[in-house]
């Protein structure tokens, strides 16, 4: 009805998913939110069809209707599934690896939470993670880092269904792909099994014999016929992503024995057998719950944690022990004061979990005192993603998507390259996911411009509903992890220098406490109303507020404004944002170490914007940067003169 989406590689799928959704998968239709449940991914997303049709036949709140208006606008059967749009949608997929990842973080989550939370006698916690995966998935590098991580972690609860149709968008697998998968996985560590798709009693043996193997991963590769059913385009790249067409449409239903005049036809005695899905659902999780009342009495303490961690809220008093930063001391990286609010936060938020891409120490992602997850140890609280920062993020968004675990991740923001799909996709599927990105500018120094972000901020700001937050001081680094904590329905990026910064003295200043509204006035104008507004992000704001006294020396009246996100400050109310930019002083000038794309928002079109343009970085001592490429308080001075110069001639 459609007349578009992915028909084959449903087709195919039928027999064997089937089988895992009515005798294998642990769900209540009625309540999809049941924490005990299994996880299913669907990895292979184009195969959206066949994840809405089973949703339907099973009980979720989706109807026929739904099914009809596959594809149309608003409606709850979109051309890739969606997690916040459809009910049962555990992640939000198309994108090919990112579910596969997706899960190996949903089967890291459960286990962690096992061992958080299960007592002698009281396992309220014990459920497996099952995915379906496609040639596309597997082709994926995303999906060979993730594997190799699932594999070294032994997470023994991930079963995979590899749907091996043999067939991509261009036509054969043979074109591209022709490696033994079964002995990549085995030498991850995975447990692998050869069938038939297509046999019912293959699919459930296999099924079985994966449960039953607790110590490793598994990986069932199944042989089935992309297209099942159609005379004309079975087994071919045509029923990949075309619609099949009313003539064959017609011809496969004939050919599988039903009536080619019939449409959403679900016969009453087929929807009978797959709706007792609901009673065994709902039998399932009373019998959970009657568990969890139980350990509630003995436990009542970890009972309420667990309840707050899967309803994605903190713990009272969760901020209390933030650090607070004296002027006073020496400068500091605000890398170096993220490390220590991590600590603060995860002290009181026990199922908080942190680690980098081969970059924990570097990037202040290690939560001191506490150890490394590991197959010998899953109570970890430390991950060790390895160099592997797309993983790392769409492993992170799986941990968000199962609940109750809050993962923190870390690499420098120019490798934020490597896992941009996963932010995207945190952002697209509302997850709280907080990206940890430091060594953030040019400030880094001689490892040079391969590791100078300079276009980063600009695209990274881009991504609807992510916030990027750039601290300009250890304190308004505390309170962008008191924002970011907060934010558990939406991605926070934190952007963080390698070297140190001033602590600004906040008894002249604005507090720290502004950031949290995206921008504010850290710095009135001395001795009346400001002439000019100098902005300014992270490192940069000290620069700025050099620049101000300057000014102020010569009787310019500057007013400086910290500008740490732009996309909380869009957020605030018209009156705010004129209140802190007043739409009548034209002479501003923003500074920032990065691309000035898009700071003319800010600025106007009668502004400046110092920022690196139209080249990269360079190899030498952050402070030779900064000069050679203006990044001073002399040229943000001199660009204000020059501005109040051009819009008053006779000024003096």
Known sequence: KANSGHPGTAMGLATASYVMWTKFLKFN??????????????????????????????????TLDDLKNFRQWESKTPGHPEATHTPGVEVTTGP?????????????????????????????????TYAICSDGDLMEGVASEAASLAGHLKLGKLIYLYDDNKISIDGSTGLTF?????????????????????????VANALAAAKAETSKPSLIIARTHIGYGSPKYQDTAFAHGNPLGEDEVRATKQRLGWDPDAHFLVPDEALAEWRKAVDRGRAAQDEWERRFAAYAREYPAEAEMFRTGMSRGMPASWDADLPVF????????????SGKALDAVAKRVPYLVAGGADLTENTNTKISGETDQSAENPSGRVLRFGIREHAMGAMANGVLAHGGVVPVTGTFMVF???????IRMAALSNLGAIFVLTHDSVGLGEDGPTHQPIEHLASLRAIPGLAVIRPADANETSEAWRVAMERRNAPTVLALTRQAVPILGRAQLAPASGLRRGAYVIAEAEGGAPDAIIIATGSEVAIALDARERLAAEG???????????????????SYRDEVLPPAIKARVAIEA???????????????????????????????IYEKLGLTADNVAGQVRELLARSAPARR
């Open 594 to 624: 990065a691309s000035p794309f898009g700071w003319e928002r800010w600025v106007g079109s009668e502004g400046r914007v110092i920022g690196i343009n139209g080249r990269f970085g360079a190899s030498a001592p952050y402070a030779v």
């Open 326 to 337: 004296d002027p006073g001391d020496k400068p500091i990286a605000t890398r170096a004061a």
């Open 29 to 62: 239709p009625r309540d999809p939110q049941w924490p005990d449940r299994d996880r299913f991914v669907l990895s292979a997303g184009h195969a959206s069809v066949l994840l809405y049709s089973l949703l339907y036949l099973t009980g979720y709140d989706l």
């Open 178 to 202: 022709t490696e033994d998968v079964g002995k990549r996985f085995d030498a991850y560590g995975w447990h692998v099994q050869r069938i038939d798709g297509m046999d019912a009693e293959a």
């Open 556 to 574: 310019v009246r500057a007013r400086v404004v910290s500008m740490p996100s732009w996309e909380l400050f869009a957020a605030q109310p018209q």
């Open 416 to 422: 934020s390259d490597y896992m941009r799909p996963s």
């Open 96 to 128: 090919l690896g990112q579910g596969f990842a997706n899960g190996v973080g949903m089967a890291l989550a459960e286990r962690f939470l096992a061992t958080l939370f299960n007592r002698p006698g009281h396992n309220i916690v014990d459920h497996h």
